[in-house]
């Protein structure tokens, strides 16, 4: 199979629109750490960004920084703290979930609409998703967006390429707005509550005024033997100080809470956004990824267990739900869907074989009119159906 590494935008421009000449399906990769997400490829070559590194542009006064699609996310993340700033949504490291090699990249991060735990305070990744430039399907150059956050009129590509996961195009170079990093971090733990309890008490302190950044649960057996319920703030440690005692006051029902900071603190976030309790070294299984109201996650998970073996945890103040099952069958998709459907709410399937991934849906079936629209915007941005074709939906 053969391999594209264009190192500039105008050869990659050159090869996509030669590709389409010859009607070459591609797989559209940057790392490779997340290439095992969707279904499986249905392509003839690789076109890969690698070679397109580089920051082009950071611009601390205006929070604001550019780069390359293939630059290293790890090169931008120590760019950025290097004057104390850093990406708002917290991206997600698949490598461990995952079981693969390589290094993320930040064309990639944008594609995926990659976000971690701070997502529910700073939005996802698309939010801070300012400008893009790639190549399309006719090997043409489009560039949406720029330095600044702006209103728009019609079709919002910047938004659009944001969880496109290199269906529509490939990427070339991506802007985003950035943020201070915190003086001081702390998290609120909270022992032994049960799923529902957990929810109810991270969704109170999430209706509070004390702007909480990351509000996680994870049940017995999760990480340790003791259920936790974690709430993360940040900002001035003078302020900290003032958070953590009215947030002791206002959850004082739900038990006395340890406070963590420093070293112990980031590393449980950090097994919070990487899935760590369900990383690949630990075992084998399938993981789903469901999305749904807060309230809602526990009655979602319930019903998984009485049908299926199953361990969970949940993020985003209980409207993130991940969940391990067995991979045999089907690895659960059945009774995941059916859930979900009577719940509301949407899922994916991150981890499963090959022969899972190519025999059920990865991402939530959409509707009829749906599938019609996302069919005519594939088809508009890649009318010869290049760029990682059936990878979100069988023949799309």
Partial sequence: MSVYEPRTEAEAAELVAAAAARRERLRVVGGGTK???????QDEATLSARGLSGITLHEPAELVIGALAGTPLAEVEARLAEGRQML?????????????SGEPTIGA????????????????????????RFVNGRGEVVKSGGRVMKNVTGLDLVKLMAGSWGTLGLLTEVTFKVLPIPERTATLVLLELDDARAVEALSLGLGSPFEITGAAHWPAGIGGDRARTMLRIEGFSASIDYRLGELRRLLRRFGTPEILEGEPAADLWTAVRDVGPFAAAQGAGAVWRISTAPTRGPRITAAIAEERAAAWFYD???????????????????VVRASV????GHATLMRAPEAVRAA?????????????????????????????????????
């Fill in 35 to 41: 290439a095992a997400i969707g279904r499986p490829a």
């Fill in 88 to 100: 708002p949504f917290e991206p997600m490291d698949h490598r461990a979930l995952l079981g693969s």
């Fill in 109 to 132: 991060v944008a594609a995926g609409n990659i976000s971690g735990p701070r997502r529910i305070s700073a939005g996802a990744a698309r939010d801070s998703l300012i400008g893009v």
């Fill in 316 to 334: 985003w103040g209980g409207g993130l739900i991940w969940l391990r099952t067995d991979a045999a069958g089907d690895a659960g998709a059945a």
């Fill in 341 to 344: 459907a009577q719940a509301g």
């Fill in 360 to 396: 059920v849906p990865v991402f939530e079936p959409l509707s009829e009119p749906l599938m019609r629209l996302t069919a005519g915007i594939k088809a508009a941005h890649d009318p010869a159906g290049l760029f990682n074709p059936g990878r979100m939906y069988a023949g799309v």
